[in-house]
């Protein structure tokens, strides 16, 4: 059974940091891109990271540039998402997917087909 399951969810204080994962099970992740998505209640799903599957290019929402970092390993057929400078407006569930977008639509959720159950970030003091 293929899926992807992420770890690492919390509360934590504004300031504060906190690390994502996403394995992948029943399959290998290299042969695809994959992407962070979070939602909040009442709001629309948004993309907030990418990291390809080709050369590991990185793409990051304006919200997150310079507080979140995706990376990959291969070897452990896992993704991260660092997420430093945590605000309370980061509070949301999180989701890693798997898909093959194009560089200029990473952040469409249309562009990927397989999806984690999500993992709630909650940022408050």
């Known amino acids: 059974q293929l899926r992807l399951v992420e770890s690492g969810g919390g509360l934590v204080q504004p300031g504060g940091s906190l690390r994502l994962s996403c394995a992948a099970f029943?399959?290998?992740?290299?042969?695809?891109?994959i992407g962070w998505f979070r939602q909040a209640p009442g709001k629309e799903r948004e993309g907030v990271s990418c990291?390809?599957?080709?050369?590991?290019?990185?793409y990051c929402a304006d919200s997150v540039k310079g507080r979140f970092l995706i990376s990959r390993d291969d070897a452990k057929n896992t993704v991260y998402l660092q997420m430093n400078s945590l605000k309370p407006e980061d509070t949301a569930v999180y989701y890693c997917?798997?898909?093959?977008?194009?560089?200029?639509?990473?952040?469409?959720?249309?562009?990927?087909?397989?999806w984690g159950q999500g993992t709630q970030v909650t940022v408050s003091s």
């Open positions: 997917a798997a898909g093959h977008p194009y560089e200029d639509s990473w952040y469409m959720s249309k562009r990927y087909h397989l």
């Open positions: 990291i390809s599957s080709s050369d590991s290019s990185t």
């Open positions: 029943g399959f290998t992740l290299d042969y695809y891109a």
